[in-house]
């Protein structure tokens, strides 16, 4: 996910990204006349960068039309954001790359979701979005909203500086458990909790924290499938 702001004089922005000569058998694409811009200037954090292709060469905005388009590639790497395209599917991937639907996709309650830096950092990385819990002790629930679309639940948890206990996972809508995870301790990290959904709504997910603790839960890095 990008967070850092983008900056550029224009009044409409698209984004275009490089992609493989393959995909221009397409019957979709329609032939332009567009021009490249060289007076634009993009300022990321008050600083004017310089958009570069995969090779390192430098590239322009295209202006078309009245909108002026950047090219996706040259963005991210301003950014400092990954970037891919999935020839097979026609798809531009930004950032974090994940084998499903991310939790953040989907409506969910958000008295616990964060994201200040502080807070979605775990063991050095910042995952950009999370469920966040500490200090208190408690009994916090998370619901999520699968809505019967997915099979699996791919969600990953870490216990922050004491011991996570009662872990358990409803299905509300039936008053089931699907899954009694019990503890998670310190020293298990971020561990990942597979659980099945298959015509589920919607999902709970109680927690017990101690005085003193806390949850992390990363919302791109849990996903359905």
């Known amino acids: 996910m990008v967070n850092k702001k983008l900056i550029a004089s224009v009044a409409g922005l698209s984004l275009l990204v490089g992609v493989g000569t393959g995909v221009y058998a397409g019957s979709n694409l329609q032939e332009i006349k567009a021009y490249l811009n060289g007076d634009l200037k993009v300022r990321v954090n008050g600083a004017v960068a310089q958009l570069n292709d995969e090779q390192g060469s430098a590239i322009l905005p295209i202006t078309y039309n009245g909108s002026t388009y950047l090219p996706v590639r040259g ?32 409506k969910f309650n958000n008295y616990m979701y964060t994201k200040d830096p502080a807070q979605t950092t775990y063991n050095n990385k910042n995952y950009k979005e999370a469920f966040y819990y500490h200090g208190e002790s408690g009994g916090p629930t998370i619901i999520i909203t699968p809505n019967k679309k997915y099979q699996k639940l791919h969600l990953k948890m870490a216990a922050i500086d004491k011991e996570l206990t009662g872990i358990k996972i409803h299905d509300l809508d039936n008053n089931v458990l699907l899954k009694d995870v019990g503890t998670i301790a310190t020293k298990d990290g971020l561990k990942e909790i597979v659980v099945d959904i298959g015509n589920v709504k919607t999902v709970t997910i109680e927690v017990q924290v101690k005085e ?6 990363p919302l791109i890095d849990s996903y359905y499938k």
Do not use: R
């Open 212 to 217: 003193g603790g806390g949850l992390f839960v």
């Open 75 to 106: 963005v991210a790497n301003a950014l400092s954001v990954a970037v891919d395209y999935n020839e097979v599917n026609q798809e531009v991937i930004l950032g974090e790359k994940v084998d499903g639907t991310p939790l953040n996709a989907e």
